[in-house]
């Protein structure tokens, strides 16, 4: 069996719409290919970060320790670190010990119900920085999800239409990954993103809130359960401003946001392992006969004799 490029990342599809067993290649018409709300994304934790209250998160400690090191501030003393970089300074901080009779405190610009501690303040707060992540995430960022390994089984059944479908393989290394936005390998781990509360001071995945209009870090799309290991996904984050609606919603009622990609970006397809030598036929005519996809390569997947895996053999 042929081996297919290597240094690619993969993005399955799934069927045309209404086109049972034709894989879903819009993509060589207009070169265009979805950008997803993370709320649209299969995972239901997607952007929802846990809230932590009087503790630092692991995030918190790794940014501190790096801003430690560029400070030239000892980085491997924790309690150095603690008191210049993590905590608050208590001078400002309006709570039941520096005021006595202060609470409770009614603060109509957070609530109408007063708080009955500093406390109670900071959960608040937090949990409102939680919902505005999420808010502001889903209102201007949409995900492209690749992966580096094209001939996974259960990615075939989840996200190739059960081998009835394709996949598309993109050159890493293109520019064009870099300039559009955000492009990086997803984290795994078994917790999820933190908004942390200390003393007042509120942070997002390690990084202070220092106004209301500063954009959530990129980690809060990057990380997911460890559970999904096994796809090896990047993420390249595009701002849906870039990209143009799609005449119709998709079946969650979701906006389908179309985001255009250089056809040099382009570099292979590789065909599901169900698909018929017909099928297979009418696909390779369709890219041959238009010219901006003459560089790239046909490949099909086949299954293994032996073995629960999947090989490939080129078509043309």
Not at 102 to 130: C, H, K, M, N, T
Request: charged share 25%; proline share 8%; net charge negative.
């Amino acid at each position: 069996m042929d081996q297919i490029p290597e240094g690619l990342l993969w993005k399955y599809l799934g069927l045309e719409k209404g086109c049972p067993g034709a894989p879903r290649l819009r993509f060589l018409e207009k070169n265009c290919f979805r950008i997803t709300q993370p709320c649209a994304l299969n995972d239901p934790f997607e952007v929802k970060p846990r809230v932590i209250l009087d503790e630092f998160s692991d995030e918190d400690w790794a940014v501190a320790r790096e801003g430690a090191r560029q400070a030239g501030i000892p980085s491997d003393d924790d309690e150095v670190i603690r008191a210049l970089c993590l905590e608050a300074y208590p001078a400002g901080r309006m709570d039941e010990k520096t005021f006595p009779g202060l609470y409770p405190a009614r603060l109509p610009g957070l609530r109408e119900e007063p708080f009955a501690s500093a406390a109670e303040i900071d959960a608040f707060r937090a949990d409102q920085v939680r919902k505005e992540v999420e808010r502001v995430l889903n209102e201007r960022i949409g995900v492209f999800s690749v992966t580096e390994d094209p001939l996974n089984l259960l990615m075939w059944a989840h996200y190739g239409a059960e081998h009835w479908g394709a996949a598309v393989g993109l050159e890493r290394r293109h520019p064009f990954f870099q300039e559009i936005g955000c492009f990086r390998e997803v984290e795994y781990a078994r917790q999820r993103v933190a908004v942390s509360s200390n003393g007042g001071l509120m942070r997002v995945a390690g990084h202070r809130i220092k106004s209301d209009d500063a954009p959530p870090p990129v980690a809060t799309i990057l990380r997911k359960s460890l559970e999904w290991a096994y796809e090896k996904e990047w993420r390249l984050l595009a701002p849906l401003a870039r990209a143009h609606p799609a005449p119709e919603p998709d079946a969650a009622g979701h906006i389908v946001s179309l985001l255009p990609f250089p056809e040099t970006a382009i570099r292979a397809v590789l065909l599901g392992a169900r698909l018929t030598d017909a099928q297979i036929a009418q696909i390779v005519a369709r890219i041959r006969g238009d010219q901006r996809w003459q560089h790239v390569t046909i490949w099909r997947a086949v299954l293994h004799a032996r073995e629960f895996r999947l090989g490939t053999v080129p078509v043309c």
